[in-house]
């Protein structure tokens, strides 16, 4: 009897509701590592106090298109993560910012990314795949770190991953694809569009680029040309325009030049030629293999093993599998080779990459246990407990390591104490300026909640008011000002500040 042809493997067996119930367990593990003392440290870093004066503007202010930072200076980034913040405190009926409700939506974004990680992994790779995806994402140091900090970085994430996901879920039928008596779902190619356009109102147009190439790579690679046709169509392509230039387009038609100089020119371009400063090219190989170790020393290896598929024999996997492998591999050498190449640097540009390496790590494990099975076969069992077990030490120690990092890393550098007495001895109507303390001075402006123009010139020159000034500045500079009086020195904050007044108090508060 002839022997019967291996047949390409068949995909997992679907179990939605096990699916679904893996994907709301690791979205209240997610919970849980977020948003556990998310407000127990004080706002002290500039990037995470900026993005709070741009929400207090919001919230307290009622400034939804075009918020400035101390009257003059336009936001850093497009405003989908302050809107978030917004639509969640309207709803909340919360109309004061704190370091709580800053931080929340970007916790509350990690752990949507979370639930449709395990749920996009549970799908095509079976239940215990989508548990050990959101596990590995649970456990890596860098997203969870990135899920309790206000900033823009972790709703770029969130909506790269929906992209890629959804191009996945599109995808039309390869020549190994088992689709009989699948409907079209011609209508992801949209939610695909829609999804690159919130990117980009997440981050700039970056949030599209990446994602987009990875894909046109991948098609292209694939020689799936009939597929880059449909995506490049007109409807898709103004979807995603629409979206994502919607609030560019405000900016241009209400004269907000300023709003476009920063976003497409110094946090655009400027980043990307150098501008703003400059890395060495070699400056994500530390970040690439450390920031979430053990488990980011791993994902490498699995990116080399979905790439290898390319030029070995792959006849027996699943298509749908095999294809989001590669795509999601090509989508970590493409990010990692941009930013390479771009001249200003930062560890968060790398956040986005870890749903789809957790996805990747979870295949690898999938695929490693099944090639040990003829090669090792007592070994066989360990590839996906292991790494398991990493995730788990993982997410132990982000749990009870994070609290006490934020509280410690913030130290006495907090402004909330200073600012809560500057505001007790400075009435609401007398003027307050500030004196060498930068354009931008935002750690203070965030507790301060008040415009703080900056003087220029010599510090006796001063306006009649109060003026706030650097402790070293003012042990240099007093003797030029004599007719500046200190009224308060404030014990925390980097550096610490004295309060000096020129002339007569006008309306002491309290």
Known sequence: MLAQAKSPEAPPVRRPRIVLLTAIVMAALTALLTLHRLGAADVCGFNEAVEGVFVQQMVEHGKLLFPLENGRAPMYKP???????????????????????????????????????????????????????????????????????????????????????????????????????????????????????????????????????????????????????????????????????????????????????????????????????????????????????????????????????????????????????RLFALFWIITVAFFSIAAYKRRAYLLPLWPASAVTLAWFARELQAKLNGALPSLRRLAEPAIAVLAAGSIIFNFAYFPSKEIRDCGTDSYRAAAAEIDRLVGPHEPLYSYKLGAEPATLLFYLDRKLPPLSGRLGEALPGYVIVPLPVWAREKNQALDLTPVYTSTSGKPPLVLLRHGPALARAG
């Open 79 to 325: 405003p989908l993560f302050h809107w978030t913040a917004t639509a969640l405190d309207r709803v909340a009926g919360v109309d004061r910012v704190t370091a709580f409700n800053l931080r929340l939506p970007s916790a509350l974004y990690a752990i949507a990314c979370v639930a449709l990680t395990t749920c996009f992994a549970g799908a095509l790779l079976g239940w215990r795949s989508g548990l050990l995806a959101g596990a590995i994402l649970c456990g890596a140091y860098q997203f969870i770190e990135q899920g309790r900090i206000g900033r823009v970085d972790m709703t770029l994430c969130f909506f790269e991953t929906l992209a890629l996901f959804l191009f996945c879920w599109w995808l039309p039928p390869g020549p190994l694809m088992r689709q009989e008596g699948r409907a079209p779902r011609d209508w992801l190619r949209y939610a695909f569009a829609a999804a690159l356009g919130l990117a980009v109102l997440a981050k700039g147009p970056i949030g599209a680029i990446l994602p987009a190439a990875a894909c046109g790579v991948f098609l292209l690679l694939e020689r799936r040309f009939d597929a880059i046709r449909r995506l490049a169509a007109p409807g898709p392509i103004l979807v995603a325009l629409v979206i994502g230039g919607s609030w560019y387009l405000a900016c241009y038609f209400a004269g907000r030049d300023l709003f476009l100089d920063r976003q497409l020119g110094s946090e655009n371009l400027g980043r990307f030629f150098g501008s703003l400063g400059a890395m060495k090219p070699w400056y994500y190989v530390k970040p690439v293999l450390l920031n979430s170790a053990p488990l980011s020393l791993i994902v490498p290896v699995a990116i080399y093993f979905a790439l290898r598929t390319y030029w070995r024999d792959e006849t027996q996997c699943n298509d749908r599998v095999l294809s989001s492998a």
